[in-house]
């Protein structure tokens, strides 16, 4: 083989290498924008990410058929969705429209503000966010 054969055989690999390089890279970018997006999805579930967050500040005042302020139960999804004596709670996929939303999205000082005041703090900022994301994503 004559130095310049070799030369053009480098060459010829190396430009091979870095097309598989940057092929790789454009399917791994794919890959994990969609396995990203899929994942979020999956992510807020009620069983994971809701009730942790409902137990700890609503089940509280909200736990039996004797005792559940407002006549509303949060002790399944389907009872979180259905609501108490307003009507539903939560409309799947429109948190705008949700009672629950509009209730834990008060200002720290309105009296229908959930959970109420004399019981702590509102809702942290992430909590918010994850049940009305959740809502957004359809509520399952
Ligand atoms: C310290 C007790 C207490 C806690 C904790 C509490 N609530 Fe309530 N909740 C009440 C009372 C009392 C009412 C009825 C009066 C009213 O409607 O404001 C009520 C009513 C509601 C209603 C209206 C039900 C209807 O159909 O009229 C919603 C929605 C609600 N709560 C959501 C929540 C959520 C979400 C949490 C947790 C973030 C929570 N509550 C935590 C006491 C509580």
């Not at 942790?52 to 005792?67: A, G, V």
């Amino acid at each position: 083989m004559s130095s310049s054969q070799a030369r053009t055989r480098r060459q010829l690999c190396s430009n091979n290498f870095w097309r598989i390089v940057v092929a790789s890279a454009a399917v791994l970018v794919m890959t994990y924008a969609c396995h990203a997006s899929g994942d979020q999805k999956e992510r807020l579930a009620y069983e994971a990410d809701i009730r942790p967050i409902i137990e700890q500040r609503c089940l509280r005042c909200h736990k039996s058929r004797l005792f559940a302020q407002g006549g509303y139960r949060m002790t399944s999804l389907q009872s979180v969705i259905e609501g108490g004596r307003s009507g539903a709670a939560v409309i799947p996929g429109d948190p705008e429209k949700s009672a629950l939303v509009d209730r834990i999205t008060r200002k720290a000082s309105d009296p229908l503000r959930m959970p109420p005041i004399d019981d702590g703090a509102r809702l942290a900022e992430a909590d918010i966010k994850r049940i009305v994301e959740w809502i957004r994503l359809g509520a399952e």
